[in-house]
């Protein structure tokens, strides 16, 4: 796994501004710790920094090819799962390889397909070719968004990279915010709207795009989607067929040249995860490494919610147990955890999800100590109707987000210079526009038609802030995270089950509970889902409670300008409990949004933001 970077200008010779390029380069070190290289002509530049996981000689990069006296050359970010695959079709076709990487493998295909090779890729990734025959440059993004990439056209300029600061290192490009991205902010984050950027002038290629940039223009293409098909299937015939794919998809993702561990939890998806992946592992006679979390003495402080029904840790040792893994339960410290709240602002380089993001920080900073591949659970809750939303009517039927529920209470934070923001508007705006988007099939059932809704958007909106979650709190430890749930063909056969076998039995994510019979223990497949682990911790509110006082007795702190202080005063006096509905998802609730509006000063300050 990788960071890439790139500086295109067909109107202007940029050979001279190679420093440029090292700089946007030199912001992705940890994302890529093992090595560097860049790629240098007339109109482009290419910069990259590598994560060996997969041949450490064969996969440097940019890795350039000649095919007919033409060069091609690639910069590339994630992971190829049908390598062999792809490999023994191209040299069928009379191509030849140099090494085992799948980069070199991803670089062939396009050499024989061009643009539709991204038909032939099962991965996660962000990727670009330089196509010196056509005089292009292609950029591709993985069709669930696991993997990032943005962009900023200034003039004749185009320039992308893996991460915001990476095109913030370019002198044309300005931290600046305007009234769309704090609307965008307040009423939507810490989601982000598909192929937003929040910055002016920074966007991002959404999931499942491609798009290429010539001299005469640049165009965009949407190259995955969803398609609606009626299932044909028994359920016992879908449970099998289910099974298999999971089981095909996880064994694909256990392949590396470094150390692997799985996320355990004691949850169903990650449960799942760690039994294929340790049954995988007893035919090679090795044993897995899982890792869980949890907070200090959060066992005394845990209280059970819709939400959050019950803890992990007593489950994930009995699925460690089961499976005989070697696990480690790494247990979180809350000074750690309200000090890494910047740390995590500066890996996704915006607001995030507080110490959901601190947590996941420090988590993957621990692991990586031992290893450099993880698997995690991530997407089945949002393609097996894992969350309440799915199966609460009052809760399904929401003329809005699901997990943004409370829009009228986001207002309440602004300061009265801010509260003519179109907040209402916009999240009603992109609520719509998503479900127009959604396709259906003649003839649906008002159920299956509101199921369809939700699927969409919560792979387009919800799923995909996650992911960027785990990305960036990851990648900023040099930690590959793999989510095998985010396998394309296991979204595409999802999309079309029926809600009779989605919810088999009565139970959210009730077929693949009943595909994991006979992998896991029957207490953890009808388990009660509950979601990543928070604190319940009073030692934490009150160290956020103190940091956000902190920053409203500094007159030079830049929230003061954004935020009602009067209500904020109020939030800390009762430790969070006057804002009373979560701000995002199920997990931001009162001592979360302090940490929150936290890091949003942290952000502003880092960042030197600047509000227009």
């Known amino acids: 796994m990788c960071g890439i970077a790139g500086f295109i200008d067909f109107k202007h010779d940029i050979l001279g501004q190679t420093s440029t390029i090292e700089a946007m380069t030199d912001t992705l070190k940890l994302r890529g710790p093992d090595s560097y290289g860049y790629a240098a002509y007339r109109h482009i530049l290419f910069g990259h920094r590598r994560l060996v996981v997969v041949d450490p000689d064969g ?96 003039g004749s300029s185009f320039i992308f990279g893996s991460e915001i600061k990476t095109i913030l290192a370019h002198p044309y490009v300005e931290p600046i915010i305007d009234k769309d991205g704090l609307t965008e902010i307040f009423a939507l ?39 609606p098909a009626e299932n044909k299937e028994s359920l016992e015939e879908a449970s099998e067929h289910l099974k298999s794919l999971l089981v095909d998809a996880i064994e694909r993702q256990l392949v590396g040249d470094v150390p692997l561990c799985t996320f355990l939890s004691g949850g169903l998806d990650s449960s ?6 340790a049954n995988c592992y007893k035919k090679k006679n090795k044993v897995l490494t899982t890792y869980s979390l949890d907070y200090e003495d ?99 039927n929401l003329p809005t987000f699901p997990w943004s529920n ?25 609520y719509l526009t998503s479900l127009k988007e959604v396709p259906h099939l003649e003839g649906e059932s008002k159920e299956t038609y509101r199921m369809r809704e939700l699927f969409y958007l919560n792979l387009k909106w919800f799923m995909v802030n996650l992911l960027n979650r785990k990305d960036r709190m990851s990648m ?15 979204v595409e056969y999802a999309f079309n089950l029926p809600n009779e076998y989605k919810f088999y039995e009565g139970r959210e ?51 003061l300008d954004i935020i009602d202080t009067a209500f904020v005063c109020e939030l800390i006096a009762t430790k969070g409990a006057a804002y009373k509905k979560p701000w995002f998802g199920q997990l931001m609730t009162g001592p979360q949004l302090i940490a929150y509006l936290v890091q949003f000063n942290i952000w502003l300050e880092e960042y030197k933001v600047k509000l227009i």
């Open 476 to 490: 900023a430890n040099s930690l590959e995270v793999r989510v095998p749930f985010a396998d394309y063909r296991l």
């Open 59 to 154: 996969g440097k990069q940019p890795m350039t090819k000649i095919l007919n006296g033409y060069k091609y050359t690639l910069i590339y970010n994630g992971e190829l799962y049908n390598t062999d695959d792809i490999r023994m079709e191209l040299k069928e076709k009379g191509f030849s390889f140099d090494s085992y990487s799948d980069t070199e493998v991803l670089l062939t295909s396009y050499m024989c397909w061009g643009i539709d090779c991204v038909k032939k890729l099962n991965g996660i990734f962000a990727f670009a070719v330089f196509d010196e025959k056509e005089n292009q440059v292609l950029l591709v993004r993985d069709p669930l968004g696991v993997k990032p990439l943005f962009y900023s056209i200034k």
């Open 298 to 396: 959060n066992d005394k402080h845990f209280k059970s919610t819709l939400f959050q029904p019950t803890s992990d840790q007593y489950w994930a040792l009995q699925m460690a147990e089961f499976i005989g893994s070697d696990h480690r339960s790494y247990i979180i410290n809350h000074e750690e955890l309200a000090l890494a709240l910047k740390d995590a602002v500066i890996a996704r380089d915006l607001p995030g999800m507080a110490d959901i993001d601190s947590s996941l920080f420090l988590f993957s900073k621990e692991i990586r100590k031992d290893f450099v591949i993880g698997l995690s659970g991530e997407c089945a809750d949002e393609l097996f109707g894992g969350y309440p939303w799915y199966t609460r009517p009052e809760l399904m």
């Open 509 to 559: 994510k009730g077929l693949l509970r009943k595909c994991l019979q006979g992998i896991l223990p029957e207490d953890i497949i009808y388990r009660k889902k509950s979601p990543y682990p928070k604190t319940h911790n009073p030692i934490y509110t009150d160290l956020v409670c103190s940091m956000m006082q902190t920053i409203l007795d500094n007159p030079a702190s830049p929230l």
């Open 272 to 277: 799942a995860i760690s039994a294929i992946a």
């Open 406 to 430: 409370f829009i009228t209470s986001r207002r309440s934070i602004l300061s009265p210079e801010f509260k003519d923001l179109p907040i209402h508007e916009i999240v009603n705006e992109n």
């Open 189 to 227: 984050g810490p989601a982000v709207k598909p192929g937003s950027g929040v910055f002016k002038d920074i966007q991002e290629i959404p999931p499942a795009y491609l798009m290429i940039v010539r001299p005469d223009g640049i165009t965009s293409k949407e190259y995955w989607k969803l398609t």
